[in-house]
């Protein structure tokens, strides 16, 4: 092999100035990319920063410091765009927007740290009966990024390392160095709507995919998008919620209340500073021949163990989304994981079970993150209703804006008169459960969920209550959740079933505060009259031992 001298530098064209045509012969392995596609900019990386191909993990610079020099270069893209999307589901977002770059974040193999969240993360199964349509609103402004000069060098330790063996080299080094790195400000919203009603969805979705033709900026202020999607949403009986995802610097952004999406848009698109978005790497062997192309793996391996350590930094980004108490206890678990995995690698060749056995440990931990987001998601959504949306969805009334004030009452509607502020609910002739939530899932969804019920027909949650002497005493009662500590966990359905049916069993009442996402909750009710009651409470529930934050 040719010895490195410490003379060898970076030129303009890509090639050593000494003996650029003179590279080692590749032995049989696998062969690696000279550049590959962008990869998301991390805290710690720099100009010259090396990363492994395999592992992704982010190394130290072979180059002297004094050598390394940034040029800035003007994008050749445009220099702002603003873009508004409808898509029918996250399987459509997969393929209409490019989300791989969520499977390969370079990372720091101390620490793994992963600072940058650079869109929404969407999973293939589908865990809801619901129609859903995704609304995205992007825009994004270019700014110069910076790029490694030509003229920088090996340092004495890299060019003795890589004389003497490239193996090590590699692991000290890296196979790519940050050549470019991008400079970009940009904010993405996502609405999710949801709707159990096909029909709602579809009057929905005409009405948005009409609108986003008509031009409009909203940087520019000519209408509210979040209030006209929340307007067409509200009269459609279609459920929302909001996400956003911003990079750049964010100290002169307005955000006192983040759910105004306009004014966050607006506040962002003209004080939001640039910040590192996105790198560009390039092999070493493009400016040093001398440093081989190939890894001396079989490609199959390789391949395989690429993906094992992107799903290792998948789960890691995933858990950094979580909120749940176990949080840090599980980044910590994944480390190890991954440790293990990087500090066996090169076993693996000569011992499958232990790489089955190192995969088979980071799959189930990834689903189980996974797993943790679904019911994360699940609570965050029903904890986002107001109390008068969920008597409104129990009791099949239309949306304030589509009442009549002038229609006459209904059995739905007809209150207790004993009761002033109107929140009890009356027993209504052939009807026997009122539901708050979701009670029903498929099997599919209990098990990723793990969703528990406690049933009517337990102790304690089945209330019976006769007429006593004391005809005319107005006879009351309650049922509570949970009964027991086994049954502790976060509410994201309640039952009320009425064991009569006849329209004359009472009523019970409504909550004051929204008791979804809470741990616990009291049904109480009132006989009719001063009669008789009966009265019964599911309740499904996510135990805390799946999540608790």
């Known amino acids: 092999m040719n010895k490195l001298s410490m003379d060898e530098t970076i030129r303009g064209d890509g090639h050593d100035t000494t003996k650029a045509d003179q590279a080692p012969l590749s032995p ?18 720099a100009l010259g920063s090396g990363i492994n191909a395999m592992t992704g993990e982010l190394l130290g610079s072979p180059f002297v410091t004094s050598s390394i020099q940034e040029l800035e270069v003007v994008s050749k893209d445009s ?30 193999l101390h620490g793994l740290d992963l600072s940058l969240k650079s869109g929404f993360d969407f999973f293939d199964e589908n865990t809801s009966n619901m129609e859903c349509t995704l609304i995205i609103l992007t825009w994004e402004r270019n700014f110069k990024s ?65 609108s986003l033709k008509i031009p409009g900026n909203i940087v520019e202020g000519s209408s509210s998008f979040d209030g006209f999607i929340r307007t067409s949403a509200k009269a459609s009986s279609v459920s929302i919620q909001v996400e956003v995802s911003r990079q750049g610097d964010l100290s002169d952004v307005d955000a006192n209340n983040p759910d105004d999406i306009d004014s966050l848009f607006k ?36 391949i395989q163990l690429c993906d094992v350590f992107s799903d290792a930094k998948k789960a890691l980004l ?18 190890r994981i991954f440790k293990q995995i990087h500090a066996s690698r090169r076993r693996y060749q000569s011992n499958e079970d232990l790489l ?84 029903q899932f498929t099997q599919k969804e209990r098990e990723i969920l793990g969703v528990k019920t406690v ?47 006849d329209g004359q069993n009472g009523y019970w ?23 008789s009651f009966d009265w019964a409470l599911s309740v499904a529930y996510i135990p805390t031992a799946l999540f608790d934050d």
């Open 318 to 335: 995933l858990n950094s989304m979580t909120a749940d108490k176990q949080k840090i206890d599980r980044h910590d678990q994944i480390t």
């Open 28 to 45: 049989v392995g696998t062969p690696l990319d000279a550049s590959p596609p962008q990869e998301p900019f991390v805290d710690g990386m």
């Open 455 to 501: 049933d009517w027909n337990m102790e304690g949650f089945h209330l019976q209550v006769k007429a006593g002497p004391r005809p005319f005493r107005v006879h009351e009662g309650s049922l509570v959740f949970p009964q027991s500590p086994d049954d502790y966990g976060n509410i994201v359905g309640i039952a009320i079933h009425d064991m009569r049916k």
């Open 79 to 108: 220099s702002e765009w603003l873009d508004r999307k409808i898509v029918r589901s996250s399987k459509e977002l997969k393929r209409c927007v490019d989300l791989s770059s969520l499977s390969s974040f370079a990372v720091p």
């Open 509 to 531: 009442e409504f909550p004051k505060q929204n008791p979804l996402g809470t741990k616990s909750v009291c049904i109480k009710f009132k006989g009719k009259h001063f009669r």
């Open 356 to 439: 089955r056995t190192s995969i088979q440990r980071l799959t189930d931990t990834l689903d189980s993150v996974k797993a943790i987001l679904r019911r994360q998601e699940l609570i965050t959504e029903l904890r986002g209703y107001g109390v008068d949306d969920l008597r409104r969805q129990v009791l099949g009334l239309p949306p304030p804006e589509q009442e009549n004030e002038k229609s006459p009452a209904t059995p739905d509607k007809e209150k207790n008169k004993d009761d002033d502020d109107g929140n009890y609910v009356q027993s209504i002739l052939g009807r026997n459960q009122f539901i708050i939530g979701r009670t």
């Open 146 to 210: 910076k790029r490694l000069a030509e003229g920088a060098k090996f340092s004495e330790e890299a060019c003795k390392l890589l004389n003497e063996s490239p193996e090590t080299f590699r692991d000290h080094y890296g196979d790519y160095f940050v050549y470019e790195i991008f400079c970009k400000a940009r904010i993405v919203a996502m609405w999710k709507c949801t709707s159990e009603d096909e029909s709602s969805m579809t009057k929905f979705r005409i009405e948005m995919e009409s």
């Open 267 to 302: 506040s962002f698109c003209t004080k939001a500073k640039p910040s590192f978005t996105n790198v560009l790497l390039r092999h070493y062997h493009q400016i040093f021949p001398s440093v081989p192309t190939t890894i001396n793996m079989d490609p199959e391996l390789f």
